[in-house]
T-cell receptor, first 111, second 114 residues
Framework: LAKTTQPISMDSYEGQEVNITCSHNNIATNDYITWYQQFPSQGPRFIIQGYKTKVTNEVASLFIPADRKSSTLSLPRVSLSDTAVYYCLVANYNQGGKLIFGQGTELSVKP | EPEVTQTPSHQVTQMGQEVILRCVPISNHLYFYWYRQILGQKVEFLVSFYNNEISEKSEIFDDQFSVERPDGSNFTLKIRSTKLEDSAMYFC????????????FGEGSRLTVL
């Protein structure tokens, strides 16, 4: 599985757009990029998944350049409740669907 | 909205005791997982389970650990002889189709080994 690297922490203010970038230089052809969110003392929660280009859902957008060696999770107009840890994961579904979590990015949204 | 439920929410046990953590996955899901998270650390994969057998397990999942789906609804994690370092939050997850990337996690069971 490709190793992922993302910032340990980020600060933002309410109403701002937040972009969290993850690098995965060794991503393989069959790998997908998946992002999860985790609040303290809760289980991780799926945000979005993509393979290439751009994916958007009601929560976030995911931008993946053509070389797929990085990806950027974009959270529009964050609120205090978006304070959480955000995990970038690279998953190969030929391997039973397990997800390997890294250290994640601790996002702190301030008023 | 369907959800994964876990019991107990918190269990305190003595070192060397057996512990069983229970999970009720979402009803139409066929893929099941256990993860753990030691306080302040990352979420670690333990085991995946499909079609009544283990699909994959990590190095953490040694002979002290076992999983079972005793009936059509429950999915359990047993730790035979707990150690201090087993203290962690244990998360159960389930998925209908892992290729979507979407695993549904429960709220976790906090295990404290004294």
């Amino acid at each position: 599985l490709a190793k992922t690297t993302q910032p340990i922490s980020m600060d933002s203010y309410e109403g701002q757009e937040v972009n969290i970038t993850c690098s995965h230089n060794n991503i393989a052809t069959n790998d997908y990029i998946t992002w999860y969110q985790q609040f303290p003392s809760q289980g991780p929660r799926f945000i979005i998944q993509g393979y290439k280009t751009k994916v958007t859902n009601e929560v976030a957008s995911l931008f993946i350049p053509a070389d797929r060696k990085s990806s950027t999770l974009s959270l529009p107009r964050v609120s205090l409740s978006d304070t959480a840890v955000y995990y970038c994961l690279v998953a190969n579904y030929n391997q039973g669907g397990k997800l390997i979590f890294g250290q994640g990015t601790e996002l702190s949204v301030k008023p | 909205e369907p959800e994964v439920t876990q019991t107990p929410s918190h269990q305190v046990t003595q070192m060397g005791q057996e512990v069983i953590l229970r999970c009720v996955p979402i009803s139409n899901h066929l893929y099941f997982y256990w993860y753990r998270q030691i306080l302040g650390q990352k979420v670690e994969f333990l085991v995946s389970f499909y079609n009544n057998e283990i699909s994959e397990k990590s190095e953490i999942f040694d002979d002290q650990f076992s999983v079972e789906r005793p009936d059509g609804s429950n999915f359990t994690l047993k730790i035979r002889s707990t150690k201090l370092e087993d203290s962690a939050m244990y998360f159960c997850a389930s998925s209908r189709d892992p290729s979507t990337g979407e695993l549904f996690f429960g709220e976790g069971s906090r295990l404290t080994v004294l």
